[in-house]
T-cell receptor, first 119, second 114 residues
Framework: GAVVSQHPSWVICKSGTSVKIECRSL??????MFWYRQFPKQSLMLMAT?????????EQGVEKDKFLINHASLTLSTLTVTSAHPEDSSFYIC???????????????FGPGTRLTVL | AQSVTQLDSHVSVSEGTPVLLRCNYS??????LFWYVQHPNKGLQLLLK??????LVKGINGFEAEFKKSETSFHLTKPSAHMSDAAEYFC????????????FGAGTRLAVHP
C-alpha cells in the first residue's frame, strides 16, 4: 500500500527554538502534500496544502511565517515550526496525494504523525 | 459550505456484536466521503471511500458504509466487532475548491469489550 513516513515521531524543544518535521512518500510520488494539526481528543485541522515546486497555500488563521513549508521534491515536504512556544505543542500529521496510477489521485495517505512538545 | 457531523463521540460494544458509527454531512454539491481509523499514536488509515459510484461501499477489515443522499448520511457498520477495532474513527467529506481538501468530523471513539 501507499506508505507515508514522518520524522521525527516525537520531539521536545525549548521555547524560542525552531523544529523541522519531515514528511516522505516512500513508494509513490506525491505532487500534493497536506499538513494537519490535531489537539488532544480533537479532530484534524488542515493547516496548509503543499504543492511540489510552488508556495504552500495556508488555511485561514495559520501564520505562514511561523509554519514554514517546503515541498522540494515529489517525495518530501517539510514543516518548520519557527520560534516555537508552548501553545504550538500538538500532534502534527502530514498526508500525501498520489499523482496517478494505482495509488490514485483521489485519496490522501497519512503519515504516523509527529508529537511536538515545547517547554 | 461543507461540514460533517459524527453523532456519537463514544460508542461501546461487546466483542462479536454489530458496530454502527453514525455520520451526517452537509455539502452544496455531490461530495466524496471517507472513513478513516486512527489507532493510538498511529497515522490515519483509510477504511473506505465513496466517490459517486456504488452507494454501498465495502472497505477493509469487514467495514462497510452506505451513502444515503436523501438522509445526507454515511454511516459506518461492521457485523461483528473485534477487540482490534477499538480506535478513533473519523468521517471525512471532501471540501469545495479542491478535490482533496478534506473536512474531518470530530471523531467517534469505539471501545470494544470482551
Amino acid at each position: 500500500g501507499a506508505v507515508v513516513s514522518q520524522h521525527p515521531s516525537w520531539v521536545i524543544c525549548k521555547s524560542g527554538t525552531s523544529v523541522k518535521i519531515e514528511c516522505r512518500s516512500l513508494d509513490f510520488q506525491a505532487t500534493t502534500m497536506f499538513w494537519y494539526r490535531q489537539f488532544p481528543k480533537q479532530s484534524l485541522m488542515l493547516m496548509a496544502t503543499s504543492n511540489e515546486g510552488s508556495k504552500a497555500t495556508y488555511e485561514q488563521g495559520v501564520e505562514k511565517d511561523k509554519f514554514l513549508i517546503n515541498h522540494a521534491s515529489l517525495t518530501l515536504s517539510t514543516l518548520t515550526v519557527t520560534s516555537a512556544h508552548p501553545e504550538d505543542s500538538s500532534f502534527y500529521i502530514c498526508s500525501a496525494r498520489g499523482t496517478s496510477g494505482r495509488k490514485g489521485t483521489d485519496t490522501q495517505y497519512f503519515g504516523p504523525g509527529t508529537r511536538l512538545t515545547v517547554l | 459550505a461543507q461540514s460533517v457531523t459524527q453523532l456519537d463521540s463514544h460508542v461501546s460494544v461487546s466483542e462479536g456484536t454489530p458496530v454502527l458509527l453514525r455520520c451526517n454531512y452537509s455539502s452544496s454539491y455531490s461530495p466524496s466521503l471517507f472513513w478513516y481509523v486512527q489507532h493510538p499514536n498511529k497515522g490515519l488509515q483509510l477504511l473506505l471511500k465513496y466517490t459517486s459510484a456504488a452507494t454501498l461501499v465495502k472497505g477493509i477489515n469487514g467495514f462497510e458504509a452506505e451513502f444515503k443522499k436523501s438522509e445526507t448520511s454515511f454511516h459506518l457498520t461492521k457485523p461483528s466487532a473485534h477487540m482490534s477495532d477499538a480506535a478513533e474513527y473519523f468521517c471525512v467529506v471532501s471540501r469545495k475548491g479542491g478535490y482533496n481538501k478534506l473536512i474531518f468530523g470530530a471523531g467517534t471513539r469505539l471501545a470494544v469489550h470482551p
